[in-house]
């Protein structure tokens, strides 16, 4: 989480919030991170600073399971979250199986939590898939002054090695994904 003069960042894992921070640090704001040590994605029951303009970003669900697993495979699984603990797997579809069966709609209520409920969400949601310009309009938004080509110079960052870690839908498992997700997929739409 940043804390900007003017509002405040939500980190959501993996939808390009690393990017996001750098570029806000790049572009002259000033901001305080939140907590100082420990884990940056910081939920909005835990927001210092509900007055502020608050705002974060999400992504198509079938992208960022994609994303969430070959993260995991590079910087590996951690016993101690309940998910990574049920499903992984160095199998691709395995890990998508396993998530489906075991935490149908996870993506969507793991953005719950930074995002908030419909009819008591955050100020801005932008989108994984726009995130320069989405990034751009919310600090707009929020009134805050910044230089915007620092923005749009900053190189992608915290990218997965889809190299290494080729993950392939099958259109069937593409559509399984779609449908535990329906909710989320409509709610921010994606579809």
Not at 36 to 65: M, N, S, T
């Amino acid at each position: 989480m940043l804390i900007l003069p003017n509002s405040c960042f939500l980190h959501v894992p993996k939808t390009g919030g690393t990017w996001a921070k750098e570029a806000i640090k790049a572009s002259g704001l000033k901001y305080e991170e939140y907590p100082i040590e420990g884990d940056p994605h910081i939920g909005l029951e835990y927001c210092p600073v509900p007055e502020k303009f608050q705002f974060a970003f999400v992504r198509h669900p079938v992208e960022r399971y994609r994303s969430y697993w070959q993260y995991k495979m590079g910087a590996g699984w951690d016993v101690n979250n309940p998910l990574d603990r049920d499903c992984c797997s160095t199998d691709f579809h395995q890990f998508i199986h396993n998530v489906i069966k075991l935490y149908p709609g996870v993506c969507g209520r793991d953005y719950e939590q930074f995002v908030g409920l419909p009819g008591d969400e955050i100020d801005f949601i932008g989108k994984f898939e726009n995130l320069i310009e989405d990034l751009i309009f919310a600090l707009h938004k929020a009134r805050e002054e910044f230089n915007e080509e620092n923005i749009r110079s900053i190189p992608p960052k915290n990218v997965s090695d889809k190299i290494r870690f080729p993950a392939k839908y099958t259109s069937e498992l593409k559509d399984a994904v779609r449908k535990v997700e329906y909710y989320t997929l409509l709610r921010f739409g994606y579809e």
